[in-house]
């Protein structure tokens, strides 16, 4: 079935030591995002591909950075997590149908710093 | 700012009672609406959408939506809610030829046996 793979589903880091989550899709949708989700709170949108521009949130921060080395991958990198990164890291995937981005989304990484 | 709006934040019902959450979003002009659910530990899952057509949108395990355009609104409803119900419900809005999905801030339902 087409869909929306995340790797890891659960990842333990350090206090600032770098690391990455890992997203692929069969779906070939052109469109990649990256969303962080705290508990009880709705999905922050981090940034987003679409093909391979690269569009990020003003409110983003540096600490994250993104790679899409081609269609059916994406990546997120935390360069040095802190402990108010510890959240789940849902990516999504969409193409334009008619002009309407519907999103499919993976299970997500829940990220633990320690 | 373009936003969506879930006045409920946390529903408290027993099982068999009807629900309907509330969702207002503010964009003035043609939208794509959504209706996402989430189950305690588990990932985002769609429940409903509305493109066009039929304004009165049936989802899947009996839920339904409907939108009303004078009102900005996409309420969901269900006619008797299961314990297997609780979950926190997202409502969320693609403004039309945008790539971008604003959620609201979700609504936490709680069903007791």
């Known amino acids: 079935d087409a869909m929306v793979i995340q790797n890891p589903r659960y990842q333990v880091t350090q206090f600032g030591k770098p690391v990455t989550l890992s997203c692929s899709q069969t779906?070939?949708?052109?469109?990649m995002y990256w969303y962080q989700q705290k508990s009880s709170q709705a999905p922050k949108l981090l940034f987003h591909?679409?093909?391979?521009?690269?569009?990020n949130e003003a409110d983003t921060p540096d600490n994250f950075q993104s790679r899409r080395p081609n269609t059916s991958f994406c990546f997120l990198d935390i360069r040095s997590p802190g402990l108010g990164d510890a959240a789940m890291y849902l990516c999504?995937?969409?193409?334009?149908?008619?002009?309407?981005?519907?999103?499919?989304f993976g299970p997500g990484t829940r990220l633990t710093v320690t | 700012a373009q936003s969506v709006s879930q006045h409920n934040h946390h529903v408290i019902l027993s099982e068999a009672a009807s629900l309907e959450l509330g969702c207002n979003y503010s964009?003035?002009?043609?939208?794509?609406l959504f209706w996402y659910v989430q189950y305690p530990g588990q990932h985002l899952q769609l429940l409903l959408k509305?493109?066009?057509?039929?304004?009165l949108v049936k989802g899947i395990k009996g839920f339904e939506a409907e939108f009303i355009k004078s009102k900005f609104s996409f309420n969901l409803r269900k006619p008797s809610v299961q314990w297997s119900d609780t979950a926190e419900y997202f409502c969320?809005?693609?403004?039309?030829?945008?790539?971008?999905?604003?959620f609201g801030t979700g609504t936490r339902l709680q069903v007791f046996p």
């Open positions: 591909y679409y093909d391979k521009d690269f569009n």
């Open positions: 969320a809005v693609i403004p039309y030829n945008t790539d971008k999905l604003i």
């Open positions: 509305y493109f066009s057509g039929d304004p």
């Open positions: 999504a995937t969409s193409r334009a149908v008619d002009n309407s981005y519907e999103q499919y």
């Open positions: 779906l070939n949708h052109n469109v």
């Open positions: 964009y003035g002009g043609t939208v794509n």
